[in-house]
């Protein structure tokens, strides 16, 4: 699984980002640069928490914390947050994520999807069994610096048929964050105490990184 491209049109510090990490080259190292404040670590934290924590209900507070303060322009409906192209067994996956306003998001359901928007947030649960939501995850809930609600959808194209769960699922499998603990700490929103939740999946003990990097430690 490899990460080709990532869109950023407008978050915080990042402005009309486009970056391509092209697979040819050796080794898969890919240095980022800028001056302070210009947004490197932002773009890493949108990376790796946009990709680990969107598919596992439990870690969207991740998502929340660093949505927190999200900015929509004036008369701005819909935001695009970030555009991922992912090459996954040369089969090609395009993430979009989307911010839509919580009071215009009851008309565009409608619109799309013929439901209400209540209907859309009550169908989370089974929401791969249906079909009018093949192609469209919910993420969740958040709010702007004006305290407004606002809707994270990620929609996703595919060149294969496979489950949004299951993709979200393989996707979080493979993404890895190295960093001081406080800047972990920071990309998070957390305290230091709390850092293993990210990792931790009571479910699924067996894709726990945090128990598998306890494990190692206790080898050595």
Do not use: W
């Not at 859309?120 to 969740?140: A, G, M, V």
């Not at 890895?176 to 293993?196: D, E, K, V, Y």
Request: with cysteine.
């Amino acid at each position: 699984m490899f990460l080709h491209r990532i869109q950023v049109p407008d978050f915080r510090a990042l402005k009309d980002i486009d970056i391509t990490f092209e697979p040819e080259f050796s080794p898969s190292i890919f240095p980022l640069s800028s001056l302070n404040g210009g947004g490197k670590s932002t773009l890493l934290q949108l990376i790796f928490i946009l990709l680990s924590c969107s598919g596992d209900p439990e870690k969207h507070i991740f998502i929340q914390n660093m949505l927190e303060g999200f900015k929509f322009n004036a008369d701005e409906k819909i935001k695009t947050l970030a555009i991922l192209k992912i090459i996954h067994d040369k089969h090609i996956i395009f993430l979009t994520f989307e911010c839509y306003q919580y009071k215009f998001i009851d008309a565009h359901i409608k619109d799309n999807f013929r439901i209400s928007l209540a209907e859309f947030i009550n169908s989370r649960s089974n929401i791969n069994d249906r079909e009018i939501f093949k192609d469209t995850q919910l993420i969740c809930s958040c709010q702007d610096r004006k305290g407004n609600q606002f809707i994270l959808l990620c929609i996703i194209e595919q060149n294969f048929s496979q489950r949004i769960d299951i993709i979200f699922n393989k996707i979080s499998e493979k993404v890895f964050l190295a960093a001081p603990l406080t800047q972990f700490c920071h990309f998070l929103r957390i305290s230091g105490n709390f850092h293993n939740q990210v990792f931790f999946n009571q479910k699924k003990t067996e894709y726990s990184y945090y128990s598998k990097i306890t494990s190692n430690k206790k080898s050595y």
